[in-house]
């Protein structure tokens, strides 16, 4: 019993060093970028010996998915919840992965470029990817699947530059909002709005041009 106890507390300090690291790392992350911090530096931030981190995590690649998979995945599973919500309509449901993507945002707002853009691969990568990456693709899958629902592109280039001219769209809210200081309830609130307003004007742009060509 002695033995389980002492092995217990052993687990409780590693998984409290663990934490350490990761936090250590994320605020490095998102205050001088990746590619800038070592791993002696993301040590010494989390009060660990630089020989210490090493036994959790044998570079910043791996970090970095440690950090950045599970709210991805977290987002990945409500863009999904909406889009098996056969009741709703199509545009109601890319509106509502929309928003669940503008939301998880400005929820992270100073580790965005970190969870979605370090060592991110381009939106039409294909082949084996790590899975940070996989999660990443499909996450613009979502919104690309949701768009084409009503879009309906004749060719996967055309479903592609649909998608990204709406990503776009949806990344230029973002940025706009990202330094602003109110709740996050009540500035959503007023995105919202927004982002419906400017996604009615870019449907109804990509519909009438795919009427024009046909």
């Excluded at 409290?16 to 250590?24: L, P």
């Excluded at 790392?25 to 998102?30: D, K, P, Q, R, Y």
């Excluded at 929309?98 to 400005?106: A, E, T």
């Excluded at 693709?137 to 998608?163: A, H, K, N, P, V």
């Amino acid at each position: 019993m002695e033995q389980e106890g002492k092995k217990s507390r052993q687990e409780l300090r590693s998984e409290e060093t663990k934490r350490c690291i990761r936090e250590a790392a994320g605020e490095l992350f998102a205050e001088r970028g990746f590619h800038a911090v070592t791993m002696r530096e993301i040590a010494k931030a989390a009060g660990c010996s630089h020989t210490t981190i090493y036994l959790y995590y044998k570079d910043k690649e791996t970090l970095l998915e440690q950090l950045a998979l599970p709210p991805l995945r977290e987002l990945e599973q409500e863009m999904r919840g909406a889009m098996a919500r056969t009741e709703r309509a199509p545009k109601d449901v890319l509106y509502d992965i929309s928003g669940s993507f503008i939301r998880f945002c400005l929820s992270y707002k100073s580790m965005v470029p970190v969870l979605l853009g370090t060592k991110a691969v381009r939106m039409d990568a294909k082949g084996p990817q790590n899975e940070l990456n996989s999660v990443r693709l499909r996450l613009f899958g979502c919104i690309s699947e949701s768009l084409d629902r009503m879009i309906r592109s004749q060719t996967e280039e055309e479903r592609l530059q649909s998608s990204r001219i709406y990503f776009f769209m949806l990344q230029g809210l973002i940025t706009t909002y990202m330094e602003n200081e109110e709740p996050l309830e009540q500035l959503f609130a007023r995105i919202v709005p927004l982002m419906e307003e400017a996604g009615d004007i870019l449907l109804l742009g990509l519909l009438q041009k795919r009427k024009l060509q046909n």
